[in-house]
């Protein structure tokens, strides 16, 4: 079974859309992720959730919106794409949120492209 | 403000030569360290770690990394590379701040393996 699996693998849509990218984790962690990879391969967080709680908010736009129902998922809308939104979001989880130790495991990537 | 630099964008090696990808690191504090790799189409999988003790660290598929405080580097090493080990590279440094811990990236190293 997939640890922690993002979908739609692939998402093409149009300029002012709205989407969701989904992920859920199933290691029973209790933080999860959202990072945003540019085309440059630059990676960097957006949000971080702890049970259910957000933690981390980098600055992005209020049109990405993240939501946690509970611990193993954390989906991210956005609302009215633009060109720059166009990456791979990558999900991640880890066991605690303040644990140096505890190792991140990254989903397989969504790659959203707007038109 | 604390970073994460990879010099190399791009290296090419030949098959069962040495590897070394570089990775420098501005950080105040003692520094959690880690190597990541990014398969074509995949998300990251942790190569290894450095937390204290040792500073050679042992990781997954033949990889070591030393780190060296005075330079402040965490550089990664294969003595022999395998055509599957294509693929990119990614150098993190932990931030402990306000409670919660963040990776923040390098801009990733492409490696490609020529037969």
């Known amino acids: 079974d997939t640890a922690v699996s993002q979908t739609p693998k692939y998402l093409v849509t149009q300029m002012g859309n709205d989407k969701s990218i989904k992920c859920e984790q199933n290691?029973?962690?209790?933080?999860m992720y959202w990072y945003k990879q540019d085309s440059k391969k630059f990676l960097k967080i957006m949000f971080s959730?702890?049970?259910?709680?957000?933690?981390i908010n980098e600055t992005v736009p209020n049109r990405f919106s993240p939501k946690s129902p509970d611990k193993a998922h954390l989906n991210l809308h956005i609302n009215s794409l633009e060109l720059g939104d166009s990456a791979v979001y990558f999900c991640?989880?880890?066991?605690?949120?303040?644990?140096?130790?505890?190792?991140?495991?990254f989903g397989p990537g969504t790659r959203l492209t707007v038109l | 403000a604390q970073s994460v630099t990879q010099p190399d964008i791009h290296i090419t090696v030949s098959e069962g030569a040495s590897l070394e990808l570089r990775c420098n690191y501005s950080?105040?504090?003692?520094?959690?360290l880690f190597w990541y790799v990014q398969s074509p189409g995949q998300g990251l999988q942790l190569l290894l770690k450095?937390?204290?003790?040792?500073?050679l660290v042992q990781g997954i598929k033949g990889f070591e990394a030393e780190f060296k405080r005075s330079q402040s580097s965490f550089n990664l090493r294969k003595p022999s590379v395998h055509w599957s080990d294509a693929a990119e590279y990614f150098c993190?440094?932990?931030?402990?701040?306000?409670?919660?811990?963040?990776?923040?990236f390098g801009a990733g190293t492409r490696l490609a393996v020529h037969p």
């Open positions: 450095y937390f204290s003790g040792d500073t």
């Open positions: 959730y702890n049970n259910k709680e957000l933690i």
């Open positions: 991640a989880s880890s066991q605690d949120l303040d644990a140096t130790e505890d190792e991140q495991f």
């Open positions: 950080y105040g504090a003692t520094p959690y």
């Open positions: 290691l029973g962690h209790d933080t």
């Open positions: 993190a440094v932990d931030l402990f701040s306000g409670g919660y811990n963040k990776l923040i």
